[in-house]
């Protein structure tokens, strides 16, 4: 029983001082699938409508 109680010891410490890099591991995972997705993604060409110049409100708002 001793050695079961050891075993066990060991095996829930290793788990609990890897859990953090198991996380990030997965999360650097979840990063780099989303930036693939991102560079796959089609960019819009810019549109006359959305390009538009300075407005007397944008100047005010600015000082």
């Known amino acids: 029983m001793n050695t079961f109680l050891g075993y066990l010891t060991v095996l829930i ?11 990030g591991y997965v999360r650097e995972r979840r990063i780099d699938r989303q930036l693939r997705a991102a560079e796959r993604r089609p960019v819009p060409a810019p549109t006359s409508r959305s390009r538009r110049g300075l407005a007397a409100h944008d100047v005010a708002r600015a000082v």
């Open 13 to 23: 410490l290793a788990a609990v001082l890897s859990a953090p890099a198991f996380a």
